[in-house]
């Protein structure tokens, strides 16, 4: 059992600020990427933001300087701190993890959280 535990998201203005948190529990041996996702009604799934396990990132050009992926290796927990927000910010978020739950996993599993909403104000 592996499970993702999403917090945050909410309603703020235009200009205001939110920080996701989505934390990986059960059954894990090495997580190699966790990154936050969102869709807008009418809108195909899109990659926010990512880390891998060397901590390198990558933004979409939508949220670059504006957002900040960060992870807590020992606590398998990514965060989403999102500044300056915009009313085409509006979507559900959505947390994933791709994982090996043990050493002899040959194809890493990809997990995903229950989303959680974030609407910008116009």
């Known amino acids: 059992q592996v499970q993702l535990v999403e917090s945050g998201g909410g309603l703020v203005q235009p200009g205001g600020s939110l920080r996701l948190s989505c934390a990986a529990s059960g059954t894990i041996f090495r997580v190699h990427v966790m990154g936050w996702y969102r869709q807008a009604p009418g809108k195909q799934r899109e990659l926010v933001a990512g880390?891998?396990?060397?901590?390198?990132?990558n933004y979409a050009d939508s949220v670059k300087g504006r957002f900040t992926i960060s992870r807590d290796n020992a606590k398998n927990t990514v965060y989403l701190q999102m500044n300056s927000l915009k009313p085409e910010d509006t979507a559900v978020y959505y947390c994933?993890?791709?994982?090996?739950?043990?050493?002899?996993?040959?194809?890493?599993?990809?997990?995903w959280g229950q989303g959680t909403q974030v609407t910008v104000s116009s």
């Open positions: 994933n993890a791709r994982l090996s739950r043990t050493l002899m996993s040959m194809t890493p599993e990809n997990y």
């Open positions: 880390i891998t396990s060397s901590d390198s990132t």
